[in-house]
C-alpha cells in the first residue's frame, strides 16, 4: 500500500533551520497536492504549507517568509525548509498527500509524524 514517511525532525535553538523531508512509496500513478500539517499537544492540527501538482504553493501566515515548500515528483517526495525557527514553531509536523495508486485507487495519506522542537 501507499504510504508516507517523514523525516529530518529534531531539536534547535532558536532562530535555527531544519529541513523535513516526506517520500512516498508503494505503486503510485499519480499525487495531487501535497502538504504540510502540525500539531503542538493540546491544540488542533493546522496547515503549514501546501503545494498542487503544478508547483502552486501556499503557507499559513504564522510561517510566511520563513518556511518554503518544495515537491520533487521524481522521487515522490516534498520537502519543508524551515529558517528562523521559533518556540512557537514546535510540534509534530505530518506530511500529507492526494495520492493516485495503481492498485489502491486514490486516497489521502498521512505520514507518521516527525517531531520538531524549538528550544535553547
Known amino acids: 500500500q501507499v504510504q508516507l514517511v517523514e523525516s529530518g525532525g529534531g531539536l534547535v535553538q532558536p532562530g535555527g533551520s531544519l529541513r523535513l523531508s516526506c517520500a512516498a512509496s508503494g505503486s503510485i500513478v499519480r499525487i495531487n497536492n501535497m502538504g504540510w500539517y502540525r500539531q503542538a499537544p493540546g491544540k488542533q492540527r493546522e496547515l503549514v504549507a501546501t503545494s498542487t501538482s503544478s508547483r502552486l504553493t501556499n503557507v499559513a501566515d504564522s510561517v510566511k517568509g520563513r518556511f518554503a515548500i518544495s515537491r520533487d515528483d521524481a522521487k515522490n517526495a516534498v520537502y519543508l525548509q524551515m529558517n528562523s525557527l521559533k518556540p512557537e514553531d514546535t510540534a509534530v509536523y505530518y506530511c500529507?498527500?492526494?495520492?493516485?495508486?495503481?492498485?489502491?485507487?486514490?486516497?489521502?495519506?498521512w505520514g507518521q509524524g516527525t517531531q520538531v522542537t524549538v528550544s535553547s
Open positions: 500529507n498527500a492526494d495520492v493516485i495508486g495503481f492498485r489502491d485507487g486514490r486516497g489521502d495519506y
